[in-house]
């Protein structure tokens, strides 16, 4: 109940008023039946602007120290992610991250819409960053399409009276939600943990999420950048490069939409 609340009086009406999202591919997602929701992840907002975009509920797998936070914040984060039904799950080890692969498997088994973040993390400088592969675990074990997301904030000139209202203004943002094609992955049936075959599925997904959201690829792990940023030091483009595999084989690992 209150995911519904939220969505159509709390947060959504007031979402829609002040940033106007505009909704391109809606008809790609189905109006029923298992499907994967796979989206680049710019904000926190992402969280809000998505499933205000669906009529059917979509399902998160959350980190879980949204679910343990404390102080202000942390309350606020609990109450939003346990109120509205979101899941939480540990991503501190290899077994943590089994056990939100089959969280995953069980809520597509339901029939719902899963959301899922393919680059674990939010980017840290706007680009689009390498996928995980769980989810083409997910994909193989349930049959159920991917549907991939670009969630996009462009800005916008908004005139607005007096000089807070024109310094406002100047701030706001447009967001674009934009689905696209769902992604059949039939043809690898029966090939769940073959890794070269999920990370071509991986691949294929962040291909389109690329296409969709016109951002720059970068073959390197965002948890990793960060994890290198908060260690050196250094800025998001320091830590790519020294990151990233050499210019020779990075070519061969940009996402193909031939994957496979």
Known sequence: MFYWFLKFVAVGPLAKLVFRPRVEGIGHVPAKGAAIIASNHLSAADWVFMPLSLRRRVTFLAKAEYFTGTGPKGVAQRVFFGGSGQVPIDRTNASAAEDAIRTGIRI???????????????????????GKTGIARMTLETGAPVIPVAMLYEPRRVPLPGKLGRALGKNMVRVVVRFGEPLDFSRYAGLSGDRFVERSITDEVMYEIMELSGQEYVDVYGAKVKKSMDTAGVS??????RLQPPSHEAADRLPDSLAG
């Open 108 to 130: 597509l088994e339901q029939g719902k819409l899963l959301g899922i973040y393919p680059e674990g993390t939010r980017s840290p400088d706007g680009r689009l960053f390498r």
């Open 236 to 241: 998001a483009t320091e830590a790519v490069s």
